[in-house]
C-alpha cells in the first residue's frame, strides 16, 4: 500500500497517427480487416486507464495494435515516454509491453505457471526467479499458485483463464498495458467481477493501461479517460467519463453513450463528492432539550443516535423526543443505511430509496458518522451538470474533499482500497 | 525416371509400346485388362458402400457404437491387401466344396476381391462418420424444433451438408482400390497389373512402366469424375470459396480430411 | 491341398528366429521411411505456413505420387539401383508424403489465432514461435499422420517381396508361400505384419499420451 502510484508506468502519446487499408492483402482465415486510423492524436498520461471505445471498425483496435507494433502505422509516431516505438527493436518493445486479449491465448500445452512466466522466460531469467514471479502473480490475481500453477489452461473457467492472462501480461512489471476486450469473453457476472478485480489490482499498480471495449458502460466504469472512436478512425471526444456523459461533443457521442446518461453518470459518482453534512448526532444521556435544539436548528428532521466512538446507531424521529429528560436508546427504532465515501452515488440512491427514512449516512474505516445523505442531495449533484470527480481514484483529492473530517488522508487511502471489494461488487 | 539419354530412350520405347496395335487387342490387350480393373475395383468399392454408407449414416447420426465403428475401421486400414489377399487364398480355396463355388474364384477372384472391399470399407465409414458429426448442432437441433423425423433431419440436413466429405471417402476408397488392385495379377488374376508383374518377370521394363502410367492415368481419370460428381452434389450454398479446379479436390482426395483421433 | 492343415503351428515353432529376422528387417523397411518422411515433410509443411500458395501444387504432386502403383514403383526402382534397400526406401518415403504433408500443415494450421497473436504480442521472435509454440502444439495431429503413415507402411513394404529377397521383411513369407503355395506362410505372412501394424499403433498413442499431457486435459473438459 505504501508504494506511491507512478512506480513504472509510462506516458504513451499518439502524434498524428494514421492507418490506411488501401489494398489489404489478406491472410486467410486471418480476423475480419482492421479499422483504419484516421490522424489520431491523444496522450495518455502515466498511471492512467485510458478506455478507446466505439462501434466495430472504428479503429480502436488498430489504434492499441499499433503501440505494440503489431500493426505499423501508415504515417505518424507513437512516443512511449518521448520515445518514438517505431525506432525500438520489435521484439524488445513487445516484452516490455503487456499485452491481453479478450480469447486470452493462453498457450494449452503449457501449464498455469509456465504461461505466467513466458516473458521472463523469453528475456532469460533465472528458473527459480521464474516460479518466485509466477507464484508472486498468481496469488495477486486471487489463484493459490499451489493449486491452479500446474493446472494446464484447459482445466480453468472462463474467469480464471482471464485472469491468468492478466497475470501473464504483469509478469516483467510492464510499464504500459494494452488489453484488448479482456472482459469480452466472460459473462456478465463474472465480468464485473473481474472489472472490480482489476480496478482495485490497478490501484496498487498504477500501470499506464490503454483499453479497448465496445461497451460504454465498461468504457465509463474502467477509464479514468475515455476516447470514443467512431467510424473512419477518427475520435469523436476524449476526456473524462464526467465530462463525456455531462457534455457529449457531438450527436454521435450523445447517441453512442445512450439516452441513460444521467443515470450513467449517477454510477460514476461517489458518496464522497457529495459536499459533507454532518449529520445532528445525540448520545444516550443527552439533555432531551438540548437535543430539540440541535433538531430543529438541522435542515433534516431526524437526530442520529450514536454511540460514544461516533458510530450510527439509528434515528430518532421527532416526534419521540419528549418534552423533558434524557435521551435512551429506545428512541431510536430505525437503523440507518450506511454507506461510505467509494459507494458509488447509484448504489446509495438505491438503498435510499428502499429504506424507511430516506437518507443515509457515510462512515469512514473506524465507523464513525461522516456525513448525511439525503436523496435530494444526489438529485442536486446530479441537476449542477459537470460537478463531479475528473478521475474517480486520486488520493490527493480525496484527502481535499475531506479536509472537514477527523481521519488523516492516509486513513481514507486505506478506507478506500480496504472497502473498494465491498463496494459496487455484489458478487463477492 | 528423367535420366538424360536414358530418359529420351525409355520415352520412345514407351511410345512405341502404347502405338503397338497388339497391345490394344485382344484378351491380353489394354482395353480387356482396363475393362477387368475396372469391374474388379466397382465391384469392391460397390460392396464396401453397400456396407460402409448405412453404418456410417447410422453411427454419424446416432453416435452410438461409433467408438467400435470407428476403432473397427482403424482395424481394417491396419490390414496390408497384398498379406490379406495370399491369406485369404487357401482359405478360400478350401471353403470352396464346402460353400459350392467353383475352386478357381477362390485361386483369384476372391482373395482380391475381399482383400480390396476391406480396403474401401475404412475410408467410407470414417468418412461418412466424420462429415455427419461436423454438421453445426444446432442445424439439427433446429430441424427437430421445426418438428423434422430424425430420418427428414438425416436426409435433408446432415447428408446434404456432409455430402462433400461423404464423396470425399468414396474417391479415397476407389482411389486406393484402383491403385492397389494391380496386385490381383499376382494371383494371375487380369487387370492392368498383369502388364506391370508379367513385366518383372520378362525384366521388360517398358512395360512396367507402360502398366504403371496406365494404372496411374485410370485412378486420376476416374477420381477426376468423382471429384465432378462431389461438385454437383455439393449444395450449391456450400461451393463458395472451394477450389473450382477439380484437380485440386484430387489432391486433397486420398486421405479423409478429418480422421477421428481415436 | 486336400487333407494339408491350413497352419502349420510345428513349422512356426521351429522358425521362430527366422520370424524375428522378418520382423525386424520389416521395422527397418518401416522406420527408415517414416523417418526420412516426416523431415522432409516437416521441413515442406513449414513451408507451407509461410508460403500457403505452395500448399495446392505440394498435395497434387504428392497425391499424384501415392497414385502409382507400389508394385511398379519397386519393379522400376530395380534396375536403376538394384536389389538394394535403397530400391524399397525411396516409394515407400514417397508415399508417406502424402500422409504426413498433409497432417503436418493440419498441426501447424491447427494452432488457434489467439495463441499466435499472444505469442507475437509478448514479442516471441518467428523462430522461438515456432519451435516452443506451433510445433507442440501441432504434435497431436503430427502423431496422427504418423500412425496413419506407419500403419500404411507397414502394409505396402510386404509387396516388396516380390522383388526379391534382399531386404526381406515379413512380406518375403507371403511371397516365398505363395511360390511354394504353403498357406501356413501365407497366413503367418498377413498376420504378423497386421500383429505388427497394432503395436506399433499402440504405442505410437502411447508416445502421443507421453508428449501431450496438456491435450487429455483439454479431451477431458470437451
Known sequence: MSAGPHRSAAVVEFDHVTKRYDNVERRPGSAPPPGAVNDLSLTVPAGKICVLVGPSGCGKTTSLKMVNRLIEPTSGKILIDGVDAGTRDVTELRRSIGYVIQQVGLFPHQTVAENVATVPRLVGWSKERQNERADELLALIGLDPAKYGKRFPAQLSGGERQRVGVARALAVDPPIMLMDEPFGAVDPIVRDRLQNEFLRLQEELAKTILFVTHDIDEAIKMGDLVAVFQEGGKVAQFGTPTEILANPASEFVARFVGADRGLKRLALSRVGDLPILAPASVKVGDDVADARKRAAAHSFPYLLLVDAAQRPLGWIAPDRIPASGRIYDTMADVVPPIVNRRTTLKDALSIMLDADVQAAISIDRAGTAQSLITVDDVVRLMREGQHGPTFGIEGDEDAAADSAGGPSADEIGAAVSAEAARTGDPVD | ?262 | MEGQQLIDWSWIGDHLDDILVRTLQHLELTIIPIVLGFIISLILAVWVTRQPRVYAPLTATTGLLYTIPSIAAFAFLRPIFGLSLITAIIPLTTYTLLILVRNNVAGLQSVPADVLEAAEGMGYTRAQRLRRVELPLAVPLMITGIRLAVVTTIGLATVASILGDSFGGLGQFITEGLQTFFPTKMILGGAMSVILAFVSDFLLIRVEHRLTPWAAARAARA
Open chain 2, 1 to 262: 525416371m528423367g535420366r538424360g539419354t536414358g530418359g529420351a530412350r525409355l520415352m520412345d520405347t514407351l511410345i512405341a509400346w502404347f502405338t503397338d496395335p497388339a497391345h490394344w487387342d485382344g484378351p491380353t490387350g489394354v482395353p480387356t485388362r482396363l475393362l477387368e480393373h475396372l469391374q474388379i475395383s466397382f465391384l469392391a468399392v460397390g460392396l464396401a458402400t453397400l456396407v460402409a454408407l448405412p453404418v456410417g449414416l447410422f453411427i454419424g447420426h446416432t453416435g452410438r457404437f461409433a467408438n467400435l465403428a470407428i476403432n473397427l475401421a482403424n482395424i481394417g486400414r491396419a490390414v496390408p491387401s497384398y498379406g490379406l489377399m495370399v491369406a485369404l487364398l487357401p482359405i478360400f480355396l478350401l471353403l470352396a466344396p464346402a460353400l459350392g463355388y467353383d475352386p478357381a474364384l477362390g485361386l483369384t477372384f476372391l482373395p482380391l476381391f475381399a482383400s480390396m472391399t476391406l480396403l474401401a470399407i475404412p475410408p467410407i465409414l470414417v468418412n461418412t462418420y466424420a462429415g455427419l458429426r461436423e454438421v453445426d448442432r444446432d442445424l439439427i437441433e433446429a430441424g427437430r424444433g421445426m418438428g423434422m423425423r430424425e430420418r427428414e433431419i438425416l436426409l435433408s440436413i446432415e447428408l446434404p451438408i456432409a455430402s462433400p466429405i461423404v464423396i470425399g471417402g468414396f474417391r479415397t476408397a476407389t482411389l486406393q482400390v484402383i491403385a492397389t488392385a494391380t496386385i490381383g495379377a499376382i494371383l494371375s488374376y487380369g487387370g492392368l497389373g498383369r502388364f506391370i508383374i508379367d513385366g518383372l518377370a520378362n525384366r521388360d521394363y517398358t512395360q512396367i512402366f507402360a502398366g504403371a502410367i496406365l494404372v496411374t492415368g485410370l485412378a486420376l481419370g476416374v477420381d477426376w469424375i468423382l471429384a465432378l460428381m462431389q461438385r454437383a452434389l455439393t449444395p450449391r450454398a456450400l461451393r463458395v470459396a472451394r477450389g473450382s479446379r477439380p484437380y485440386r479436390e484430387l489432391a486433397e482426395a486420398p486421405v479423409p480430411a478429418g480422421m477421428p483421433n481415436v
